[in-house]
């Protein structure tokens, strides 16, 4: 047998004994505001300590659970385990600051997510505003009743929804025309060669976006030279390896 498919199926067949195992590790990666260049929230990601093949990173898992619509249960343990973090850090008096979440279109078609979103941050106490929900532009492309009625779900709750890798493949301004979202978080590729043409999309994006009174972040920082253009063009928030790398909090 193929080796990838190997993999894929004990991916797929070992999934729910791993979350009951505590295989699957939350990593956070901060979002800095542009302006003072203070914290104001982290995006939660995964990471799996797998028994047979070691430390996997989700573009090592994460197609395959996908594929099989599996990818809805892990999604709800991650949602879980961030609203228990919350409860920690409120019972340690840390300070906090919102997590993101990311929810794709197979979550919803498997799932009532806004539902289990609410039973978690009912169960753990977390405000609304602490815990917000990314979808990726891609997941609009099919489904539209589906996820408009979920988005406004969410938004009618007090839950804010952003609308993660605006531009990595898949952009249509009918997706900012025909639903409303709070965030628009800009795909890292525009950043890559910083040429004079990457330099002006972005501009235009953003001034935009704040036109239809939407923030703005863009993804895939890594150098002082995209930190100082991002702040003289108006870009509201920064993700990336210039401030950091997705770590365990």
Known sequence: MDHGLIKRIDFVFHLEKAIENGE?????????????????G????????????????????LPSLEETKQIYHLDIHIIEKVCQWYTTLKAANKPVVPVSVNLSRSDFESEDMFRVVESMTQKYGVPRNMLNIEITESAFSERESLMASNVEKFRSAGYQVWMDDFGSGYSSLNTLKDYVFDELKIDMGFLSDMSLKSKRIIRSIISMAKDISMVTVVEGVETQEQVDFLRNIGCDRMQGYYFSKPLPY
Request: glycine share 6%.
């Open 24 to 40: 699957f590790e939350v990593y956070y990666q901060p979002i800095i505001h542009t302006i003072s260049g203070s914290l104001c």
């Open 42 to 61: 982290f995006e939660a990601l995964v990471r799996w300590h797998h028994p047979k093949l070691g430390f996997l990173t989700p573009m090592q898992f």
